[in-house]
């Protein structure tokens, strides 16, 4: 059995390792950004967010001031769990304490912080059913600057990937410097209303400069990405060619009245950390 006190270690750690170090495939990015920038300010900016993240390593402090709220990704294989939730929320508790993590989380209406990063329905916890054997963590902790510029739209079949594309480059541009772009733009295609956005989210876990093995999905991310750093925005919007590293997309059958389409948009600090458990 995994015990609930493996996944509330567990947790602590992979909060700890996402709060405080950037992906190696984020910081190629923005290495890659600094590199073809022309802008004297635009560069200045990439190399104060590079300058942050060795920093942070070095000191073991968190990257950014906004830790986040923790969004979990569970796979579940053929094994035995104690307590998931349970243990979740005791890793998220130690982690707050001892990292130290800013206590983020309130409650919506009287707006009383809970001091421990759980609340309500928080951590919201997605787990998918796999035929494997282990438990697989995925902690997101998703800062509220790139949060708050969220977008939703319930299209109508007809507007097809033309109006995705549409769509999803005028969230971007409407949201400007507002998410401290340069940004990774997770983007959902169908199902729901609630399922694109959670897909808009999971689609921030892949690996930015890496294409979607769908050739028709890899062109769409081409595109908009072509689109949104066409527009000069730059670096915490301050003009420059870089305003998003990268474009993912994740879909899922729908309705055929309906074309959902969720963007979740991440800051620069496109931060995710995974680890699997297994029985043994």
């Known amino acids: 059995m995994i015990t609930k006190d493996v ?38 900016n990439i190399e104060a967010i590079l300058k942050n993240i060795e920093l942070a390593e070095e000191k073991g402090i968190p ?9 979990v990704f569970v796979k ?21 304490t001892n990292v130290p993590i800013r206590p983020n989380i309130v409650d919506p209406i009287t707006r009383e912080n809970t ?34 510029n ?8 007809a507007e097809g990937i033309e109006g995705v594309k549409e769509f999803v480059v005028e969230s971007v541009l409407k949201a400007k410097g507002k998410p401290c772009p340069p940004t990774v733009v997770g983007v959902g295609i169908g199902g729901t209303s609630d399922l694109c956005l959670k897909l808009g989210k999971k689609a921030l876990l892949g690996k930015v400069g890496e294409r979607n093995p769908d050739p028709v999905l890899a062109r769409l991310e081409e595109e908009i990405l072509e689109e949104i750093n066409a527009s000069g925005i730059g670096p915490m919007g301050l003009g420059g060619k870089t305003t998003t590293l990268d474009v993912k997309i994740l879909k899922a059958h729908t309705h055929t009245a309906g074309l959902p389409i969720g963007v979740c ?3 620069w600090a496109d931060r995710h950390a995974t680890t699997r458990i297994y029985d043994e």
Do not use: W
């Not at 035995?80 to 890793?91: C, F, Q, S, T």
């Open 63 to 71: 990257m950014c001031q906004d830790t986040g709220l923790p969004v």
């Open 150 to 157: 969220n977008a939703l739209k319930m299209a109508l079949p």
């Open 115 to 148: 001091n421990i990063n759980v609340g309500d329905c928080i951590p919201p916890i997605d787990i998918e059913l796999i035929d494997e054997d282990y438990l697989e963590i995925t902690i997101l902790p998703k800062g509220f600057g790139s949060e708050n």
């Open 265 to 267: 948009i991440q800051c």
């Open 76 to 96: 579940l294989g053929n094994v035995e769990v104690e307590n998931l939730r349970e243990g979740i929320e005791e890793g998220i508790k130690k982690a707050t």
């Open 7 to 44: 996944i509330k270690d567990t947790v602590y750690e992979l909060y700890k390792q996402a709060v405080i170090v950037l992906g190696d495939d984020v910081k190629k990015s923005l290495e890659d950004a600094l590199k073809i920038e022309e802008h004297d300010l635009a560069k200045l």
